[in-house]
């Protein structure tokens, strides 16, 4: 994940894994290391109890220092390169010891495509299957993505637009990958109308729930964590409790004063304009004002969600992957440019509240879920 490094040479073109996941490797490792230390240092009296909880903190550092380095040891690359002919290296497996493709370039294509991921993916010239190089977003995959390009000819296909035909008969392309990483499995957003020139985004009644659950679980765990503090627990019980609530309330919070904010859409028919309230997927930008006219249409992408899960809970499926739903305002200036609405898995209520809003802006809805 994350935007993979670029790095251009006389012979042509190096692509090699994100900062994002050697940095997470680096940290995985040091975490693994230092934790068995910290609860050790904050052990109590050393009595049973602190012997089992330090047994069991070093088991799962350990894990916790085996993944970091094996993220470290990974090595995913791909190289392009001009040395008499055009050919494509790619390299995989484990550092001392990676192992090593080299197949001539002629016929190769490449593909930016929209999945559960935004993906770059080399076809070769059979057809037949697809190289996956690198995942994440569209902005952060797209040096690479034109790189390959500029080695190809130009032999690349951009799968993750699609043109649009706005009123003045002009055609732009727009993204149909969603703006957000996941949705919630539940309808979280009720869209009204209060009146003819206003519509309201409102939390639904199952997340508000949810951030008083976090926020009145977080309070509790720091006033208990207060009694433990002066108790005569373990150091390590001293600090986990308070920090636990503490972290739950901060959860509760963010859900209370973020997510669960009342958004309005504001019609100005004296002037033609839009107003949006500041999104839940962006919410340190102010208000955005449109002109009725730059509104291409209510756009409605989707991507399925795979839950955290391991091993063999996720062979057997006990964590159900799902499908959510987004609805975006899509504009033709600056093109393509896309307002976050909402985002969750029922698929009925999204289409339903995108045809509504639709003709509350009098624009179309736009299927980009397939």
């Not at 294509?109 to 190289?131: D, F, M, N, W, Y």
Request: hydrophobic letters at 45%; a positive charge.
């Amino acid at each position: 994940m994350g935007a993979p490094q670029v790095k251009r040479t006389h012979h042509g073109i190096v692509l090699r894994r994100s900062f994002y996941e050697i940095g997470f490797g680096l940290s995985l490792f040091a975490f693994g290391l230092f934790l068995p230390v910290f609860v050790w240092l904050l052990g109590g009296n050393g009595g049973w109890f602190d012997g089992v909880l330090l047994a069991a903190v070093s088991v799962v550092a350990l894990a916790m220092c085996v993944g970091g380095i094996l993220m470290l040891l990974h090595c995913p690359r791909v190289s392009c390169e001009y040395r008499g002919a055009r050919e494509i290296v790619i390299s995989y497996g484990f550092h001392p010891v990676p192992k090593h493709v080299r197949v001539p370039a002629e016929g190769f294509k490449a593909e930016l495509a929209a999945g559960e991921h935004v993906r770059i993916c080399l076809i070769p010239p059979s057809g037949t299957q697809r190289v996956q190089l690198a995942r994440g977003s569209r902005k952060a995959l797209m040096p690479a993505f034109e790189a390959l390009r500029d080695f190809l000819g130009g032999h690349t296909k951009d799968k993750t637009l699609v043109p649009v035909e706005i009123r003045s008969g002009r055609t732009i392309n727009v993204p149909k990958s969603p703006l957000t990483h996941a949705g919630a499995n539940f309808k979280n957003v009720d869209l009204s109308f209060p009146t003819p020139d206003t519509a309201v985004l409102r939390p639904t009644g199952i997340l508000k729930f949810a951030a008083f659950g976090f926020l009145f679980f977080g309070l509790a765990a720091l006033a208990i964590g207060v009694g433990v503090f002066f108790s005569g627990a373990a150091l390590v019980v001293k600090i986990f409790v308070p920090g636990l609530g503490a972290i739950h309330t901060m959860v509760g919070i963010f859900l209370l004063f973020v997510m669960d904010r009342t958004r309005r859409i504001v019609y100005d028919r004296t002037h033609d304009r839009i107003t949006f309230d500041r999104s839940t997927y962006d919410p340190f930008t102010g208000k955005i004002d449109v002109a009725v006219s730059d509104i291409a249409g209510i756009q409605i992408c989707s991507r399925l969600v795979e839950p955290a899960s391991f091993g063999s809970m996720h062979s057997h499926k006990a964590v159900q992957d799902y499908a959510t739903y987004e609805m975006n305002v899509v504009l033709a200036e600056p093109e393509g440019k896309r307002i976050f609405i909402m985002s969750h898995a029922v698929e009925a209520a999204v289409r339903a509240d995108a045809a509504r809003l639709a003709a509350f802006l009098g624009t179309r809805v736009l299927d980009h879920t397939k």
